[in-house]
């Protein structure tokens, strides 16, 4: 019997480490999907660096006592899964989000953003904006516009003095 509950402390554990280590965490009722959906859903998040795992709600429940994040426990009824991701904030909130566009039996639950619980609305804003690729090239265009203006108007300067001096 002690191995049972040693199995499912190390278990708590393991979720509570998730918790605390994501910089997102999406809760989502999975009910309806067929398997293939769920293959496919699976593949999308494995794609984006996103774990994502079915866990009892008991056992979950006990996880966010742990890690302080008791406000996700009035969600955790029914099947649930969720997904952490370690890296991008907005991959799992973007890949679900789109996924429950296409697919109505998947409904987000809530979840964590930066180690505070998420409500629906925040999540879908966070599924609006654009990944981290997206923010970098937006980022880029910001600082080269000063630079690409100067090359304009350094060449239209440089167009007009070869006018003046050609008439």
Do not use: C, W
């Not at 699976?42 to 660096?49: F, I, V």
């Not at 056992?59 to 969600?75: K, V």
């Amino acid at each position: 019997m002690s191995k049972i509950i040693e199995h499912k402390k190390h278990i708590v554990t393991e979720i509570s480490d998730k918790f605390r280590d994501s910089k997102s965490t999406i809760l989502v009722d999975y009910r309806g999907l067929d398997v293939t959906e769920v293959t496919e859903l699976r593949t999308q998040l494995r794609e984006a660096g996103v774990d994502f795992k079915v866990y009892k709600n008991t056992m979950t429940r006990r996880a966010t006592e742990e890690a302080e994040l008791t406000g996700l426990n009035d969600i955790l009824v029914g099947p649930t899964a969720i997904a952490f991701s370690n890296d991008d904030v907005v991959a799992p909130a973007k890949i679900l989000n789109n996924f429950a566009k296409d697919h109505e039996a998947l409904e987000i639950k809530g979840g964590v953003i930066e180690g505070s619980v998420a409500s629906l609305e925040q999540i879908k804003e966070l599924a609006a904006l654009p990944n981290y690729e997206g923010l970098l090239s937006m980022l880029l265009n910001v600082l080269q516009a000063p630079v690409r203006n100067f090359a304009y108007a350094t060449k239209a300067i440089a167009e007009q003095k070869e006018e003046e001096q050609g008439a």
